[in-house]
């Protein structure tokens, strides 16, 4: 029972931190926030840390350290992850759907067969993620995103209107639910209409309290009554209710809102507080003792854990917080964790879970990547796809005279992971001849230039959707300037578009109607042969 714990063990059952998903200390990527193998294990074995939110590696190092990390642990674990595009998204080898908003493109002709497709998608999020030892799905997006410059939401979320966002996240928390995950509606009250990334600055909504209630909050409503576990709260100042703290920060809105008004009593857990917004004026340590005041159960990603254990831990001391709210942020976590099967006695609401890691299952990866969800996979990107001009596209020959040219345009050469030579958007255009050209805003063209001397028809591909932390959403400066200068010297083929619809919509008034272009909401290799399929009328690679 939680009687037995000590104040700084109740507190640190609230934490989640981040780590590694790979195994070895020499493969960790974010240094600044994935801690080496044994500072993690005394986080876990020492301070007792209720769980861990994990990031990188492929889906089967995934199922050996959740194994590992739960074999440290003086509790059972909490083990995370931001898998909103399936397990796939984070963790290679398993299924990566699309984002949500191609299944809100489906809705907007036949919301019962979207609802088919969120569904199927969060029950095989959930499936994947049991057998990689996940047990948190922090997913959906519940954001409501009307605003095409958001930088941080924008094709996260299930759509533009709070009736299709809500009835698509519904079913979303409905198919998962069917397993032994956790889920959670984000980023509470909303955080879609922004143009201001919260892993930047902190973002402002300046809306009405009706104004509000009558399109941020509905979302958050229907995934309440559909069962989310937990709701995350956004790093937003909402002043028509709390002109001092974000709702992170904010027990007006964690308590008053969320608690009373909504009626909601399951985890309340706090987006990242290494987030630029809020710990930028706050500090590492007094942001977890605000997010704890406020009303948080779950404190994610301290920049510090043990620091911001101990400040919490003050704050009790001092009168503060009251220890009866750590008490009850526990109970609620320990609920969570039954749940999901990490209890040693499953009947009991307030079980305790001393004892520490749950008896380790046989890893069996047979369930990643079935035929059934990349066949879902498959049909929610083809369904969602938008084309016109005069498909298929008829590849000349080249020839002395004339270069054919793939130019592909992308945010971050070096940071982009779904693009490798073997990857459709590269190799099929190469089976035709085309010549391989790669550009983004900081290194310009990379490889081998036509030449201003030849004629170079060109496919010009452009993968553009929000981006956290780099705080853009729209065509990058590189994209427009290789637009323009196609159309001008009428070297432009076909224009294909992967990632956001808002991208579509500025090209589209200046394309010519011959011309093939080609959007899919997806980026991975799946959405590029179907992409790719359409644009050289090739056989489906996914058969459905």
């Given amino acids: 029972m939680i009687d037995n714990l000590s104040l700084q063990e109740l507190v640190a ?158 079913a979303f928390i409905r198919g998962a639910a069917e397993h032994r995950v956790l889920t959670a509606a984000k980023h509470f009250p909303g955080h879609g209409d922004t143009a201001v990334d919260s892993h930047l600055e902190l973002p402002v ?129 320990w609920r969570s964790k039954v749940k999901v099967g990490l209890a040693i006695e499953p009947q009991s609401p307030t079980a305790s879970i001393e004892g520490g890691a749950p008896e380790a299952k046989p890893i069996d990866l047979s369930v990643l990547a079935a035929p059934e969800a990349r066949g879902t996979a498959a049909s929610i990107l083809r369904s969602s796809l938008k084309f016109g001009g005069n498909l298929p596209l008829r590849a000349k020959q080249q020839s002395d005279k004339q270069l054919l040219r793939n130019s592909i345009v992308v945010d971050d050469v070096l940071g982009c992971e779904f693009l490798a030579n073997r990857d459709p958007a590269i190799s099929i255009p190469a089976q035709f001849g085309y010549k391989l050209q790669l550009i983004d805003d900081r290194t310009g063209a990379v490889s081998e230039s036509a030449g201003d001397d030849k004629f170079s028809p060109t496919l010009l591909q ?29 070297e432009l083929e076909a224009v294909l578009i992967y990632g956001s619809p808002y991208v579509l919509e500025q090209f589209l008034p200046h394309l010519p109607k011959s011309i093939p272009y080609i959007f899919c909401f997806g980026q991975m290799p799946l959405a590029q042969s179907i992409a790719m399929e359409l644009l050289f009328d090739l056989k489906p690679t996914e058969e459905v």
């Fill in 13 to 170: 059952q609230m934490f989640v931190v981040r780590a590694s998903g790979f195994l070895f200390d020499h493969q960790i990527r974010y240094p600044e926030w994935e801690p080496k193998a044994d500072r993690l294990r005394y986080y876990l074995e020492n301070l007792g840390v209720g769980g861990v939110i994990l990031v990188g590696g492929s889906a089967a190092e995934l199922a050996v350290r959740s194994h590992q990390l739960q074999s440290w642990a003086k509790f059972p674990l909490l083990l995370a992850a931001d898998i909103e595009e399936g397990v796939g998204q984070r963790f290679g080898g398993a299924t990566w759907f699309g984002p949500p908003m191609a299944i809100a493109e489906v809705a907007q002709r036949d919301l019962d067969l979207a609802c088919s497709y969120a569904a199927k998608m969060g029950a095989a999020t959930a499936i994947e993620a049991v057998a990689i030892g996940l047990n948190w799905i922090l997913a959906p997006v519940v954001d409501v995103n009307n605003n095409p410059d958001n930088p941080v939401i924008n094709v996260r979320a299930f759509g533009e209107t709070p009736e299709i966002v809500g009835k698509l996240a519904a």
């Fill in 205 to 333: 909504l300046p809306h009405s309290p009706s104004r509000l209630a009558a399109v941020e909050l509905p979302p958050f409503l229907d995934a309440i009554a559909a069962g989310t576990d937990a709701v995350m709260t956004a790093h937003l100042l909402i002043p028509a209710w709390d002109d001092e703290f974000p709702a992170t920060l904010s027990r007006k809105i964690s308590i008053g809102k969320l608690r009373q008004e909504l009626g909601f009593d399951g985890l309340i857990v706090t987006d990242a507080l290494v987030m630029g917004a809020i710990a930028n004026k706050y500090g590492a340590d007094e942001a977890a003792v605000l997010a704890a005041e406020a009303g948080a159960d779950v404190l994610l990603m301290p920049l510090d854990p043990e620091g911001a254990i101990r400040a919490v831990c003050a704050a009790v001391e001092q009168g503060r917080i009251p220890i009866s709210q750590i008490e009850e942020s526990v109970k609620r976590i």
């Fill in 462 to 490: 452009v993968f553009i959707r929000g981006n956290c932390f780099r705080g853009s959403a729209g065509l990058t400066q590189a994209a427009k300037d290789w637009f323009n200068k196609l159309l001008s010297t009428g």
